[in-house]
């Protein structure tokens, strides 16, 4: 083979060399050489179902990141070693990290840690206790099942989900959530207030859904007729007396 005779001659002895197969189709094999009596011995592995699997793992990186490239949402990918492997734009402005230190690919505690240096994560009590959290976290992302709310400053909240990829890795996602929690707390305020008022009425009132069962009643009402202050009691009792 032309390519072995090529590394003999530099003095190559392991590596990962390609071939042409007779019916011109590229092969791969990886090439160990072992020294016995004087005597080179060359082992070739075909190693082609790595080879593909890895190029198919670069063309779904590349694929993901054109797609990712343009979301609002910031997106982490670390695979089986938990080592940094992709990241997109909007992630960077999100955490304020910078491309050149998550070039690095550091490994998912560091990242973390460097998060919670932000303020993005929780001051835990001791070390012992934020290792415990890495690895929750970490084990929960596995299972798909880790969902939390970070608010690294006032007014900015994100929702964070950690989801398996293939191949034993797991992905992160950074949505902004801040002007939906705006509005939540805001509608709750409104109903909190709506709420007092009402209470404060000394009328009696009560007041009943589209379909007759009970919502809610002021304070003046129930003191007439305080079983209908449980909606469950309520809508038995006016099971009785309304008309059908």
């Known amino acids: 083979m032309a390519t072995c005779k090529h590394w003999l001659s530099i003095g190559q002895t392991e590596g990962r060399i390609q071939a042409h197969s007779g019916a011109g189709n590229i092969c791969w094999y990886d090439i160990t050489a072992q020294l016995q009596d004087h005597e080179t011995l060359w082992f070739a592995s075909p190693v082609d179902g790595e080879v593909r699997a890895e190029a198919s793992r670069r063309e779904f990186i590349k ?14 990918i670390f695979d089986r070693k938990r080592t940094l492997i992709h990241f997109n734009p909007a992630l960077l402005d999100i955490t304020g990290l910078d491309s050149e230190s998550l070039s690095l690919k550091p490994d998912l505690a560091t990242f973390l ?3 919670r240096g932000k303020g993005f994560l929780p001051e835990p009590k001791d070390y012992n206790d934020w290792r415990d959290q890495v690895a929750k976290l970490e084990s929960a992302a596995e299972k798909g099942s880790y969902r939390n709310v970070w608010e690294p400053r006032d007014r900015v909240t994100y929702r964070v989900s950690g989801k398996p990829h293939p191949d034993g890795a797991i992905a992160f996602l950074l949505e902004d959530i801040s002007a939906e929690t705006a509005h939540a707390r805001e509608a709750r305020a409104e109903l909190c207030l709506l709420e007092n008022a009402f209470n404060a009425v000394t009328t009696p009132h009560v007041i009943f859904d589209g379909l007759g069962a009970y919502v809610c009643s002021n304070p003046a009402f129930q003191s007439i007729w305080p079983e209908l202050a449980h909606k469950k009691s309520a809508e038995k009792s006016l099971s009785g007396c309304l008309p059908l």
């Open 113 to 115: 840690d460097t998060l």
């Open 63 to 76: 694929t993901m990141s054109k797609t990712f490239a343009q979301l609002s949402t910031g997106l982490a």
